[in-house]
């Protein structure tokens, strides 16, 4: 296995010795790129009581290139698609190599406490969110409660 | 794997927490590590020379502002660079020394508890925390800034006393100047003025400048630290001179130019390859890829760096990176470069060789030398044990046969 930059290295000592409050996460033990997050639903969104799994991978090229995130527990939010992949601006053509793990997972926290459906990727649900909120919004909570429900 | 990795929260259990923010401030915010070869963007922001040119090669923006960024805007900052080098330098050692002096300060707490007022607070840890920082931090302040007439002087100069009145273990060796001072002395006023000794001039006189450190000064009882401390002391004056001398190194050269691949043709760009004495073996990808990386390489190296290293050394560093960067490039790539590391260190060691036994990058050359008088041996035995395997059936054939003929006789 190519050896692992001492970057790396220093997040995952860090995410371990001084955790994002709400997030966890931890490298996959044959793969010390790969690691398992979840993400707790932030207060007073419609995501409130669930927890959220998440897959996170840093490429060869990792911090000159974003690292790739997913959604592995479905959710209902207009910039996240049925796949889980994830309409964020620091995942795509803001990342910036003096961003890290740790911001891009508060970033996508904060993506789950202010949805945007006017950039949506899951074009059918930002419609829906569009013409009746509220709508939206009690179905999010349903699917919080069927798919990320607390063990 | 090394894991020993530093970082600016290694100072928060010391006893100048404060410290961290400084060791945060000389970090590369792409790699994270101490700045190496730092530069300037026009942004007035700072990375390594390395990071921010392989960055640059894909963004041409800069990671912290994301303002426009071009290479050729990049300037090196032998300053910071020469002070980065010399923190480094005693950073191990002065970790090491406040790491001690909290372990002191913790035993000596209780004893401080009933008798100094200002301190109380400082020990009552969990109640007020912030208010306590931020008094903490201002009187810290105020001790740097002011003479020793203020609070924090008299504290240690009580403080001192009463050290020399208990015993003379209290005293702690100044990392810097190895001169041995009480404790709290040392820690609150000393390190700070020390370090900015040290910076500002090695051989101006320290009684000259130092606002007359309340701890009185105590020469090291033993010289037998002096040789070591010598040597560190010729570290920070090399840094210094460094700086000043960095100007006229005549040894810069010229920088590699960027190419653009798409209308060359594979030979061409081995040859590319080859007036640099470059290796050209891989995917065109591969070489590009390599050219590329040589020539962030070569331009940090003659361009930013203080003292550039020699082209050998860049390609030796082009060959650790291009094994350690493309494992997916297949056999070709990765089996050059491992027998290029393994010619570089000669002693191919069995086990080693042993770890590729099964995959394509196995050595057999190399491996039938190892053992070139074992196989001799084995297969003379061979040679030896098929003969006699074949006499011996021989002659039992023989035997067998020769009674035959004794019964038709």
Redesign the interface.
Known sequence: MASLPKRIIKETERLASDPVPGISAEPHEDNLRYFAVTIEGPEESPYENGVFELELYLPDDYPMEAPKVRFLTRIYHPNIDRLGRICLDVLKNNWSPALQIRTVLLSIQALLASPNPNDPLANDVAEEWIKNEELAISKAKEWTKLYAGKR | ???N?S?A?DFSHTSIPQLSQLDTLVRC?????LLKIPVLTPCSHTFCSL?IR??LT?EP?C??C?SELRESNLRSEFLVNEIIESYRSVRDELLESLKEDQRNNAEKSLIELTDDDNDDDLQIVGTNQKEEVKRDKNEKSVGKVTKPSTSTGLNSLLNSQRDKSKTKEKLAQCPICSNFYPIQALERTHLDECLTMQSLDESTDVKKRTPTPPSPRIKSPKSSSKPKRAVNAKDDISHVDKYLSSFNTGQRRERLPKINFTSMSLSQIKQKLASLSLPTHGSRQNMIARYNHYEVLWNSNFCDAIEPVDESELRRQLASWEA?????NGNNGTNIISKMMRRANQGNSYQKLLADFKTDNFQRKSWILMFRKDFKNLIQEAKRSIPRESKTTGSVDNQIAVPENTEKE
Not at chain 2, 29 to 33: E, Y
Not at chain 2, 324 to 328: L, V
């Open positions: 794997m090394n894991y990795v970082d929260t915010h792409i790699c994270k590590d990071c392989e960055y894909r923006k990671p912290l994301l350690s960067h493309n494992p997916s």
